[in-house]
């Protein structure tokens, strides 16, 4: 099996099977409310002060999530949301914490959407509890490594696509299997898009899962034969 993060404090869900498969008629679009705290990495980005995009906390001073979230808009318009399931709910584990500043990848294009990728560094430090944690990092190191893995993603997106919706009030989370890059770039509607920094996980189970809007930066996810969840790529576009 693939070896173990070096990052012992990581990807550590309270529950054991978490991510696991669920009714596949329960209605991100085709997925699943979340247990509370199930994906303890899990962030909410405000913008304003409404939810804007999704993000993973990856240590107790940064988080990260897409760039074309943050991309013009000043650090003091965003706040990093930790600990949250439904969305403006009080709970105990809630932390709502102030940005210091981000930095997007220096090769961030906003049209081939390369480089979609922003490290926010945040005003002050996480509280880490079991229901606040981070991920691990990627253990994988080729290109094609983590394909035929089913991939988790969560966010508090629209439910609905086409057409979008209102923003979910819960965290909902799917299951989408990893292709190749080959077989991504074959694909005849999104392949001349993929660039060599790209990771694709398709439309799973008759194209009726994937993310929407509001989900973006979201943590594209393995669970790992240990039980730790690794994040392997990025809610983009």
């Known amino acids: 099996p693939p070896r173990r993060s070096s990052h012992l404090n990581c990807g550590t869900s309270k529950y054991a099977d978490a991510g696991r498969e669920q009714d596949i008629n329960a209605r991100i679009v085709g997925g699943w409310e979340a247990r509370a705290h199930e994906f303890p990495w899990q962030i909410s980005l405000l913008w304003s002060g409404s939810h804007s995009c999704g993000g993973w906390i990856i240590t107790e001073n940064h988080v990260v999530t897409a760039a074309h979230c943050t991309e013009g808009y000043p650090v003091g318009d965003f706040k990093v949301v930790v600990g949250e399931h439904i969305r403006g709910q009080s709970n105990p584990n809630k932390q709502t914490i102030d940005l210091a500043g981000y930095v997007e990848h220096p090769n961030w294009d906003d049209y081939t959407m390369e480089g979609d990728i922003c490290v926010i560094t945040l005003a002050q430090p996480i509280t880490f509890n079991e229901d606040i944690q981070p991920i691990c990092p990627p253990s994988l190191t080729g290109k094609d490594d983590y394909a035929g893995y089913e991939a988790t993603v969560a966010g508090w997106g629209t439910t609905r696509s086409p057409g979008g919706g209102p923003l979910s009030t819960e965290l909902k989370y799917t299951n989408l299997p990893i292709i190749t890059e080959a077989a991504c770039k074959d694909d005849p ?42 994040a392997i790529g990025i809610v983009s576009g």
């Open 189 to 230: 509607f999104v392949g001349r898009w993929i660039l060599d920094d790209m990771i694709c996980a398709i439309p799973g189970y008759n194209n009726d899962r994937d993310t929407c809007q509001g989900d973006s930066g979201g943590a594209l996810s393995a669970k790992m034969a240990d039980g730790r969840f690794e």
